[in-house]
Every structure is written in C-alpha cells, then in structure tokens.
C-alpha cells in the first residue's frame, strides 16, 4: 500500500472580521498514512456570513467541494454567540492515485446576502 507523507501543514491568516474561527484538524504536519486517500478534516463558522462549503483546489483548479454541515458541538460551545457553530465540520476526501507530490489549498466559502460567495 502506499504511504503518504504530509510535509507541510499550514494555517494563513484569517480575517476576523469574516470568520470567528478555522481549524485543520486532519492532517497534520509530519504524519502519514496510508493508501491513495487525502482526508481534509476541520471546521469553519463564518461571523456575518454562513460558512456553506469547503473547496479544495491545487494548481489553481478546484478539486472537490463539500458542504459544511457536519455536527460539531464543541465548536458550538467554543463560540455560542455565533448561530452556525453546530454544523460548522466539514471532511473531504482526495484521491491521490498516481500523483507524486501535490499542494493543496483549502478555502471555506460565505453565503452572501445574494445566496452566493
């Protein structure tokens, strides 16, 4: 089976006035794992705006969008004054068959007033 190694983790700077708060909970840095499976796992909780999806892109292309609705009660009581933290997880997977190294960006997408981001 093939291992995957992640180099490089990192956060960038988040706009508080766009978001209470982001967390990449999987992958960390200097782990592995196994097979041909990237998992993204964290949360994001938009402050004026829902957080509604996750993209995921490399090389300028989007690879897949999730929605962000999984439960996360900690999340939710970390920050009770923002409505949306219940439903703030999100996970995705990428499949990585064949693929030698690859840098991925992850970015939370806001529901705008006009529905979209």
């Known amino acids: ?8 983790v990192t956060l960038s700077e988040s706009d ?3 978001l209470w708060g982001r967390n990449l ?3 960390k840095t200097a782990s592995l794992a196994e097979g041909h499976t990237v998992e993204i ?9 829902p957080a509604v999806a996750v993209e995921v892109s490399a090389e300028g292309r989007l690879i897949q969008r999730v929605p962000v609705n999984i439960q996360r009660s900690d999340v939710a009581a ?4 923002a409505g949306e933290g219940e439903r703030s997880g999100f996970r995705a997977e990428i499949h990585t068959s064949g693929i030698i190294e690859l840098e991925l960006i992850v970015q939370a997408v806001l529901r ?5 981001r």
Do not use: H, K
């Open 112 to 116: 705008t007033r006009a529905g979209s």
């Open 41 to 49: 796992i964290g949360w994001v909780l938009g402050r004026q705006f």
């Open 16 to 18: 508080s006035s766009r």
């Open 78 to 81: 970390l920050y009770p004054q």
């Open 25 to 27: 909970e999987f992958p």
């Open 1 to 8: 089976m093939a291992l995957i190694e992640f180099v490089a």
